[in-house]
């Protein structure tokens, strides 16, 4: 993360937030207390910011400022709000595409992805607020600046999101690898919202449960996996093939 990314002191980061400042995360030491302390506390619960306690040494690290056991990484994009977003799209005409990108941890594999969605018209990209890859420069720089072009939606469960875009009437498809099914034999002509799953682990069987559909790409070589922005590519490029 670089420095003009990140935030100094307890006063500093409530201030930002106040101030509506997009906060990835917080980093906060371990056995901090006081009235400012306990008022950041209930900002960062009200607001939903993840928090991680580490040691001073962690912090120390990080800035040789008086940091005063917080510092925070602010996001250089800022969110959209999912439902507002998915209606907008649904009624401009256009056939909705997003993805949705469960777990996914590489800021650069993320990066690579924003970029693709860019260049392929997907109306917008959710991840999950806790344990998915922040939006950092390194992520704006690996998306050519798509990051800038491509409204990003955070939501608490990727499963919430999936409940809504099926709601929505749009039709939820998982890139895996576990199945039969073929990427070149489904219709992705109607509303369609993509799950993309982490580098290690694919989609959680939790989210797979709940698709409509699983749709896999045909592997000719050894490796039984694509890099994860890859596959993303193949996925999005049948999309915009079918859709032409």
Known sequence: MNKEDQIFGIRAVIEAIQAGK???????????????????????????????FVPVEKLNRVTRKNHQGVIANVSPVTFHDMENLVMQVIESGDTPLFLLLDQLSDVRNF????RTAECTGVHGIIIQKK???????????????????????????????????????????????????????????????????AEDKGISPAVMKILDERAALPLKGEIGSLNVSVACGAFLYEVVRQRL
Do not use: W
């Open 22 to 52: 997009t906060i990835d995360k917080v980093f906060i030491q371990k056995g901090l207390r006081g009235d400012l302390f306990s008022e950041l506390q209930q900002l960062l619960k009200q607001e939903g910011i993840t928090a991680s």
């Open 111 to 114: 990066g690579a992805i924003i």
């Open 131 to 197: 344990g998915a890859a922040p939006v950092t420069a390194d992520t704006v720089k690996t998306s050519a600046g798509a990051a800038y072009r491509v409204p990003i939606c955070r939501t608490d469960h990727i499963k919430d999101a999936i409940y809504y875009l099926q709601a929505s009437g749009i039709k939820v498809i998982g890139a895996t690898e576990k199945t039969e099914n073929s990427i070149y034999d489904i219709k992705l002509d109607a509303p369609l919202a993509i799950v993309m799953g």
